[in-house]
């Protein structure tokens, strides 16, 4: 992989230079973006890979579903279908995208759920529905610049900050680190529950925030037992068993795993892996399998896996979460002054 990027290294200086000039021309205005006269909030990170947006989506819908009528964008990675599609009765992880199947799965008698990659249509698409959404959440869109989401949260992981990475293909950054200002606040992700305060600073001053934006800092809560379509274990008593990830990091989930001093062997896909029939053959030979809840949205069809399959949910813990959540509410509340 090393060795890949230095490969492609020439290839850097264009792609940087084709994703400034894009948000270039779309700052000043000649490429136009639309903004709403109600709260969109946009989820989204520099990178790719996994740096939580799942659990910030959830986590937010947590936040909001009470006090407001909340849907759901996102694009649909990897599914089957086109276009707009709206979670409803007779939905799969196929025709939604796994992490939106997951968000129906939890909440969908009390948001609304759906996927377009055009997400100016798929904003327009909702707010045709009945009640009509009082916020709408995107779902990974913070270089989907053809909207202007009043309201940005840029994720950054503790163990990968933007700030020490550089555009692809070399790194892993979708856009220079320039495009971190349009971020009203900046969450880092996946920290250790020992993240001291001077650490805390030190991260701050590397990320080098503007002066309009505020640093937070979330980790993962693992539950302490694991689900499946038919019952619930507890994690001390859950025996010898296979996990299966098609995630983009499972290192934190293996850290968490082998603290809690359980025994397992570890089968591991790339992100958003379609499981072939001879890996499903191998699956269905397994007498206990856990695997995140991702994964378990496209898993959970095969019935055969009814009796082994389990998965770990997670949920995002915010440092200073009062502070947090007083922004975000106070955001959507301005809407209705």
Known sequence: MKLLRYVFFPVMPLYYGITWLRNKLYDVGILQSTSYNFPVICVGNLSVGGTGKTPMIEYLIRLLKDEFTVATLSRGYKRSSEGFQLGQDGVTAAILGDEPFQFYSKFKTEIAVAVDANRRAGIHQLMQLQPKPGVVLLDDAYQHRKVNAGFNILLTTYSNLYSSDIVLPTGNLREPRSGSKRAQTIVVTKCPESLSDLEKQNIIKALNPEPHQQVFFSRIKYADYVVSKRTTIPLEQVPKFTLVTGI???????????????????????DHHDFTPDELE????????????????????????????????????????????????SFVKAYKD
């Open 248 to 270: 983009a990091n499972p290192k934190p989930l293996i850290y968490f795993l082998k603290t809690q001093g359980l025994d397992f062997e570890h089968l591991n896909f790339k």
């Open 282 to 329: 191998i699956f269905k030979q397994k007498p206990f399998i856990i695997t995140t809840e991702k994964d378990f949205m496209r898993l959970r069809q095969y019935e055969y896996l009814n009796n082994t399959l389990f998965y770990l949910s997670i949920e995002a813990v915010i440092d200073n979460a009062a502070e947090f959540n007083r922004k975000v509410t």
